[in-house]
């Protein structure tokens, strides 16, 4: 078979991989997408759903420092780190500490923001060339605050989007309560930024890209990705369950899982696994008008098709241990206690356990995503790492890898997303 002929391979079925092979198709290539088969496992599935161009504060501010050591020794807090796990996520630690200098952080919003920061737009037309455009809510987000202390804590992070465009609403109690009535009494203040949205269904999003896909002449394969088999300058095929599949080159996507296959190709990353939890409350009765955030308890409530979405918290574990289920059983009681309308509904109908879900994160100790070319080998390339904003950047990046396939510059400068820097 000849080079001409063979498909280029997108490893990994998220929003990344997705959002990559509408892009490919579009440029008139073969796609094969290969992907274990279980949507429901891409943290893209279970997020909340934000489309959020101003999600560029790194997670290493000196804000989140500074509040790192309390929230360990909080079993209510937003963080853990579970001790068995601790050595193997040392140098992932040590240099997510050297990230959050000041100069640092300052490097990253400004990387960060060129990649969000057209995000909203690009989905709406992504989801317009999809049929998807019911889907997409731009109404913006809001972020809440219990206390007047998380209130100005928070004023470093909002300075830093300002200074990158993005502009935010201040609001009184007397604001917040009238932007969102349902809201706890217990809430003094908040911000509203205008510029984002959200996904109404997230699920249903990623279904339908993978019908456009397929109806674009792309081909799914569901089986495991065993490993890569290169001829020392180039990956020849992609080695899974189901066989060796000849390729014309690769793209890896494969979210939190991409550290192995980045490491065949000779390449270094620190990439490890944010795990986060969801919990769904179907016919809810009240909702938040826009996604919003309880600063304090660092959790989003989103307001979906036929239910409300409670997404948040940290746990570092890795990708073997099973769930923790408790952290679900937080999550119901902290938007008990931020929508009392909900909290007396799961007095009656408690969290059902599909309703709850454990996804995977991939994060980077600097909060930027690997994108762009592997070092080695000519026809491989990266798009993965990209923490909480995977379902923002999706489109974006996406883009990004079709251009750097086609040879055509790209609209951004990509040296801060190089793997290079983990050499």
Known sequence: MSDNTLPIAVLGGGIIGLCTAVNLLRDGHRVLVIDRGDAQAAASYGNAGCLNGSSIVPNSSPDVMRRVPRWLFDSEGPLVLRAGYLPFMLPWLLRFAASGRREAIEKQAVALRALLGSSLDETLALARETGLSPLIRPVGHTVAYTTSEGFRADGVAMSLRERNGVHVEVLDRHALRARDPHLSDQFVAGRYIAETGHVGDPGAFLAGLRHHITSQGGRFVDTEIKTLETDGSAVTSVVTASGAMPVKCVVIALGAWSKTLAQRLGDKVLLDTERGYHIEVPEAPVAPSTPTLWSEAKMFVTPM??????????????????????????????????????????????????????????????????????????????AFGHGHVGLTAGAASGRIVADLVAGRTTSIDLEPFSIARFA
């Open 305 to 382: 098709d036929g239910r409300v979405r409670c997404a948040g918290t940290v746990e570092f574990a890795g990708l073997a241990r099973g769930p923790d289920w408790r952290r679900c059983d937080l999550l119901a009681r902290q938007l008990g206690r931020m929508y009392p309308g909900i909290g007396a509904h799961l007095q009656h109908r408690p969290v059902a356990p599909e309703r709850r879900w454990l996804g995977f994160r991939p994060s980077t100790p600097d909060s930027l995503p690997v994108l762009g070319r592997a070092s080695r080998m000519a026809n491989a390339y990266y």
